[in-house]
């Protein structure tokens, strides 16, 4: 079945870019999509690549895809403290069938 | 508009109880969907509807686990009897068809504890 993965921790300092990655294994994927979730909150959608784009550009957030090689990523420029949380990868089909990464716990160092 | 609003945000019960989750989902959404977050497994997807009808029920785990849609604008997950195993962030989101992207808004959450 389809598989999304992504590294479970990264730590960056005030101010620096952050780089997010995520692989899907899913060649039909129409739609990738990055969701930011909060402590005690739902997921909340921050982009989303319709997948025969390479590049999304959006304030601070730059999404590269790369379908040859099933490989996604988010960029966060000038990272603040209040970017700390956990960014889901997501993949979608032709049909209606999410499938989310473990997610990415981003932690910004003051 | 209010966004997805799930209740209760909170609910602990015993285990063997029955548990009543309840969605409202945005208006005018055709999409409504119900996942299971936990720490071992991540987000999983447990069905999910489209004009209030069951498209894909394939990841509610059993029997005890139902959820009904019976208007647009409500839907219940239902366990029964409940599990200490059952205990995770229970997440109902809803989508717009019509927009290609089919991007998902989530509401809240609920944390539910069964003991």
């Known amino acids: 079945g389809e598989d999304v993965e992504q590294s479970l921790f990264l730590s960056v300092r005030e101010g620096d870019s952050s780089v997010i990655n995520c692989t899907y294994t899913?060649?039909?994927?129409?739609?990738l999509y990055w969701y930011k979730q909060e402590p005690g909150a739902g997921l909340q959608l921050l982009t989303y690549?319709?997948?025969?784009?390479d590049m999304k550009q959006d304030q601070r957030l730059t999404v590269l895809l790369n379908k040859k090689d099933k490989h996604l990523s988010l960029r966060i420029a000038d990272t603040q403290t209040g970017d700390s949380a956990i960014y889901f990868c997501?993949?979608?089909?032709?049909?209606?069938?999410?499938?989310f990464g473990p997610g990415t716990r981003l932690s910004v160092l003051p | 508009d209010a966004g997805v609003i799930q209740s209760p945000r909170h609910e602990v019960t015993e285990m063997g109880q029955e548990v009543t989750l309840r969605c409202k989902p945005i208006?005018?959404?055709?999409?409504l969907f119900w996942y299971r977050q936990t720490m071992m497994r991540g987000l999983e997807l447990l069905i999910y509807?489209?004009?209030?009808?069951?498209?894909?029920d394939s990841g509610m785990p059993e029997d005890r686990f139902s959820a009904k849609m019976p208007n647009a604008s409500f839907s219940t997950l239902k366990i029964q009897p409940s599990e200490p195993r059952d205990s995770a962030v229970y997440f109902c989101?809803?989508?717009?068809?019509?927009?290609?992207?089919?991007?998902?808004?989530f509401g809240p959450g609920t944390r539910l504890t069964v003991t």
């Open positions: 989101a809803s989508s717009l068809g019509s927009r290609g992207h089919y991007e998902q808004y």
């Open positions: 899913d060649s039909s994927s129409t739609y």
């Open positions: 690549i319709f997948s025969n784009m």
């Open positions: 997501a993949e979608k089909d032709y049909g209606q069938n999410f499938v």
């Open positions: 208006s005018g959404h055709d999409y």
């Open positions: 509807f489209n004009n209030n009808v069951p498209i894909d």
